[in-house]
């Protein structure tokens, strides 16, 4: 029931609790309410998909959505290559192995995480694995801002897939990585 037309953000969900890697215990919950906050400023004709894994506090996840009522906020549960059929890009607050399906998707993949200084060192400053991220961000809301703007601005809806071409085309993908 949503339209074609809609912008369709897929946001990828993980543990709300203490992280090693991590800048505090609860810097996934703000990560998320803070990704939320610069989407609904972005623009009105946005559809959230939150796609939780199977360890998501779905009390977590259902009180952040209360905090944003004038935007369309689902939780779904469709497999990450169907949302990636459909998404405009995906992010995640912490790297999560669902990123490799929106990449072999050629979907754009966004972390924005609050990685700890010693994290930080270890991944030289970059996700802990680059190559399904195409965009990295570090606790900087003004830079998730712009990145999300300029996605939105330059993201062409792809066509869903239909034929059994496209289908032997991401199966050869696959089998490349």
Known sequence: KIPYQSNIISIMLGYFGSVLKQTSKDALEILLIETLEVLSELKSNLVILLKP????????VNKIIKQF?????????LHPMILASHSNFVIANEYSTTLNDF??????TIEYASYNE??????????CQPHYVDYFINNDVLLLKHTLKQLLKNTVKKKVLTNSEDK???FNKILKM
């Not at 009522?69 to 549960?77: D, E, N, R, S, V």
């Not at 010693?118 to 996700?127: F, H, V, Y």
């Open 103 to 108: 990449k072999i998707m050629e979907c754009k």
């Open 168 to 170: 032997k085309n991401i």
């Open 69 to 77: 009522p004038k935007i369309q906020i689902f939780i779904t549960y």
């Open 53 to 60: 894994h199977i360890i998501s506090d779905l009390v977590v």
């Open 118 to 127: 010693e994290a930080l060192k270890i991944t030289s400053g970059g996700s």
